[in-house]
């Protein structure tokens, strides 16, 4: 039987590729349970909005809804801003009950599928000796979200053998300083793994930054991904999430 309907939500972007690319996630996410209805929906500048979606799956007559962020960390945009969508969109509609399931985080999937990414970098390129590698994140003004970001860093480091710098695209420490600390280090050739679902603004800005280092591919979209989607998915259904969470 199909479960309740699953709304995946991106961040939305002005640049076309990142919604190209949750798009194309969100494909691999229905082959993969062709028969449980999912919806894309973006928290800004990208259409459909959270809210104008679950207006949509409540004129079904569906009752329940799992909301997944389509986010890579836990801060303002998980914790705030997709809370009062769905505070609004429960409030419109009292049938339907909208359950948030938790962001992606630091899924061992998802950390292997960046070493995946790394990996190509290197073997195309023919490296050997010591790689140094700078994880690459959005950054956030939540320090909270920022050291979880750099334990992350260190945990792909001690997982992959690869000396690692956490950087940030909006924040510091910059891909600059995450260069001088991995040359510091002892690394030879050094390459930037990009923690984004997707390309865009940020992630152009973060190859403007240094044109001489290669750049691993982002995440998505990958069969790895659309598994962490319907995990998140299955542990929210199982269980009643407050909004605020």
């Known amino acids: 039987m199909a479960g309740p309907t699953l709304v995946a939500v991106a961040h939305g972007s002005r ?21 449980t209805p999912a919806r894309l929906a973006f928290l800004d500048l990208n259409a459909p909005s959270v809210g104008q979606v679950l207006d949509a799956v409540a004129a079904t007559g569906e009752t329940q809804a799992v909301v997944v962020p389509l ?88 997982q992959t053998g690869y000396p690692t710098e956490v950087c940030f695209a909006t924040a510091q420490p910059s891909l600059t300083h995450a260069v001088q600390r991995l040359r510091a280090r002892g690394a030879e050739k050094i390459l930037v793994a990009p923690w984004f679902l997707a390309p865009g603004l940020l992630t ?28 998140r998915y299955d542990a929210a259904a199982t269980r009643a999430l407050p909004l605020s969470a």
Request: aromatic fraction near 4%; charge should be positive.
């Open 71 to 158: 986010l890579l960390g836990s801060a303002f945009h998980a914790r705030v801003d997709l809370p009062g969508l769905l505070a609004d969109a429960s409030a419109r509609h009292p049938g339907l009950h909208v359950t948030q399931a938790d962001v992606f985080g630091a899924d061992p999937r998802l950390i292997s599928l960046l070493h995946n990414r790394v990996r190509t970098v290197c073997t195309e390129r023919n490296w050997t000796g010591r790689v140094g590698v700078a994880l690459a994140a959005v950054g956030s003004s939540s320090e909270t979200a920022n050291r979880n970001t750099a334990r992350l860093a260190r945990r792909f480091g001690r």
């Open 204 to 231: 152009d800005r973060l190859l403007d930054h240094d044109p001489t280092l290669p750049h691993a591919a982002v995440l998505g979209p990958d069969p790895a991904l659309a598994e962490v989607v319907w995990n």
């Open 15 to 35: 640049d076309p590729r990142s919604a190209a690319t949750v798009t194309a996630l969100l494909d691999q996410v229905r082959a993969a349970r062709p028969g």
